[in-house]
């Protein structure tokens, strides 16, 4: 109930391109928001971007505006986030997740994957 699975993860050098899919399952895919959320080795979960379902706007934070690109494929439950021009600063675990209610703290998901690691290089 309520499964998330995310998968693309993986190492580039700086500059490089990867891209994320997170699969939701029936019941988490009727749920409104969702969202990417980045967690550096010893540091704090934070969020990336979420997007409505519902009206398909979607949100980013200051520090990957321009270089990633989330998306929405509602006929396969899937949504997946590009992203372009990786900074070693972007390395670190990658998680989805899904709300109801849009927010961008993590304690209001209450749905989560198990996460997918990226590395980035210099």
């Known amino acids: 109930q309520g499964q998330l699975v995310e998968s693309g993860g993986g190492s580039v050098q700086a500059g490089g391109s990867l891209r994320l899919s997170c699969a939701a399952s029936?019941?988490?895919?009727?749920?409104?928001?969702m969202g990417w959320f980045r967690q550096a080795p010893g540091k704090e979960r934070d969020g990336i971007t979420i997007?409505?379902?519902?009206?398909?706007?979607?949100y980013y934070a200051d520090y990957v505006k321009g270089r990633f690109t989330v998306s929405r494929d509602n006929a396969k439950n899937l949504m997946t986030l590009q992203m372009n021009n990786l900074k070693p600063e972007d390395t670190g675990m990658y998680y989805c997740?899904?709300?109801?209610?849009?927010?961008?703290?993590?304690?209001?998901?209450?749905?989560w994957g198990q996460g997918t690691q990226v590395t980035v290089s210099s």
């Open positions: 997740a899904a709300t109801t209610y849009f927010s961008w703290l993590p304690s209001a998901y209450p749905y």
């Open positions: 997007i409505d379902n519902k009206s398909g706007a979607t």
């Open positions: 029936t019941d988490t895919a009727t749920i409104r928001y």
